[in-house]
């Protein structure tokens, strides 16, 4: 007999236990597994106030730098710029502002898509419009 046999299982079968727990909340119906469920991507928290609205842009000349102003949301801390290179994104974080304004100098021409996002004590809001900024190349 050797050292540890004593702590060897007695047997290797998994014992069924056939317990369900109490529904805490209405579930639908049960699911495989293989990820049909619910689709939750929709969904939008109910205390999410409304993102920073009247977002504008302005481009400067060589070197081209961008700057971003937009209007305040109540009980904001700060801001969230976001930027992609595609309409549809994604949208890739850029900074966090505490101010109503963001600059940001941008090395290539092209057009890039912004948005700006609120948080604060309520968590964080919904995001702004989408606003395409056209910079120009430099001559």
């Not at 909340?25 to 928290?45: A, H, K, N, R």
């Not at 968590?123 to 430099?138: D, K, M, R």
């Amino acid at each position: 007999m050797m050292q540890f046999d004593a702590l060897r299982p007695i047997t290797r079968r998994e014992l069924r236990i056939n317990y369900r727990s109490p529904l805490i909340c209405q579930l639908g119906p049960e699911e495989s597994g293989s990820g049909s469920g619910t689709d939750v991507s929709g969904f939008i928290p109910v205390n999410a106030p409304a993102g920073p609205t009247n977002l504008q842009s302005s481009v400067s000349d060589c070197p081209r730098v961008v700057t971003l102003t937009w209007d305040a949301v109540t009980g904001a801390l700060g801001y969230n710029v976001l930027r992609s290179d595609d309409a549809v994104g994604p949208f890739i974080y850029r900074a966090s502002v505490d101010v109503l304004t963001f600059s940001e100098d941008v090395e290539d021409a092209g057009t890039f898509y912004y948005q700006v996002v609120a948080f604060g004590e309520f968590g964080q809001s919904n995001p702004s419009e989408i606003l395409a900024v056209v910079v120009p190349p430099c001559e």
